[in-house]
């Protein structure tokens, strides 16, 4: 199979909601494509007429399809997003751009392989940068980070609020928590819960906590809290798999709750949960963050010490707190 590198643009509707299509219908395992990796997005400037500000990414993928078969697939979910060329350079639906296929090397009315001006772009390169640094230019052979490295990021912001990830369920989407999530969330936090604990606390106090925690009248509330930051892990299908809340007092923030379905742990959701709360907190200037964790939960200390968090005392219930400096690379 080939590896090839996608950039995906939109300035015009709901931006992200149309990459994330786009980026999720590009991920066909039985039709010769494979989503590998995708970069964050960006928010970016526009190139050409006065237009609304785009919202940019990458994806690399593995795929049977040819350089023109894979270019045909991109143009038709292009169409299907409503994109129209009546402006050069005008706003756009849904840009989609085949940057490299492997090493091929081609220049043709239909197609130009590497992309013509992939190394004039800081909005194609700094996300490439994120998911393929060491592929090199065929015809310069320099690598994707050196070229990142050569380009101005002036207006090319990420966005905090927001990620797609690969994992092995397909792109996973990481978004703000919204009302329509109360009820499922309620249901993956009870699973959690009681696979996370049972054993470790008594099965009243599970049951009372959750009942508590997470009915639907509390998770409004928790989701309102204007201190908070909450979202969840869905996947290609539509189910929630992970959720995760920060709050934010200053500079100081303390991760409320970080949790993955008991049924699909250890394929990196948590992870990528927790790379976007550092994200976020990153991008509010917040210094340090806390947590307290069961001293008996040993999955959940190796996870968060594996992250950088250090044990820093006790408190009553046996339950250890842990910090970690934000500003690394979390």
């Not at 080939?2 to 219908?25: Q, Y």
């Not at 699973?191 to 996370?196: D, E, F, N, P, S």
């Not at 929630?240 to 923030?253: C, E, I, N, P, S």
Request: charged share 25%; hydrophobic share 45%; with cysteine.
């Amino acid at each position: 199979m080939a590896r090839a590198a996608i950039a995906l643009g939109a300035n015009l509707g709901e931006r992200l909601e149309t990459l994330t299509r786009a980026v999720r219908s590009l991920h066909r395992p039985a039709g010769g494509l494979a989503v590998t990796a995708v970069s964050s997005w960006y928010e970016t400037e526009p190139v050409g007429p006065v237009q609304p500000l785009y919202i940019n990414g990458c994806l690399t993928l593995q795929t049977e399809l040819t350089p023109g078969s894979l270019l045909g697939e991109l143009q038709q979910r292009e169409a299907a997003a409503g994109r129209t060329r009546a402006v050069p350079w005008g706003a756009r639906t849904l840009d989609l751009d085949l940057l490299w296929y492997d090493d091929w090397v081609q220049a043709d009315a239909v197609l130009t392989l590497p992309h013509p001006r992939l190394e004039e772009r800081p909005f194609v390169l700094i996300p490439l940068a994120e998911i393929a640094r060491d592929w090199r230019h065929p015809l310069t052979g320099k690598r994707v980070a050196d070229l990142g490295a050569e380009v101005s990021a002036r207006g090319v912001e990420r966005v905090a609020e927001r990620a797609l990830v690969a994992t092995a369920l397909g792109p996973l989407d990481l978004r703000p928590l919204a009302p329509a999530d109360h009820l499922p969330l309620r249901d993956l936090a009870g699973r959690c819960w009681w696979a996370t604990y049972r054993g470790l606390l008594e099965d009243e106090y599970i049951e009372s906590f959750v009942d508590y925690t997470y009915n639907l009248e509390a998770i409004g509330r928790a989701a309102a809290r204007p201190d908070g930051h909450f979202w969840v892990a869905e996947e290609p299908e539509g189910a929630l798999v992970g959720f995760t809340q920060v709050l934010v007092v200053g500079r100081v923030a303390h991760l409320a709750r970080l949790y993955v379905a008991p049924e699909v742990q250890g394929i990196g959701i948590g992870s990528a949960l927790w790379r976007l709360v550092h994200k976020k907190l990153a991008a509010l200037g917040v210094r340090v963050c806390n947590l307290t964790v069961l001293a008996t939960n040993i999955g959940a200390i190796r996870f968060y010490e594996r992250k950088g968090f250090e044990r820093t005392g006790s408190t009553p219930g046996n339950r250890f707190e842990y910090r970690i400096r934000i500003g690394g690379d979390g």
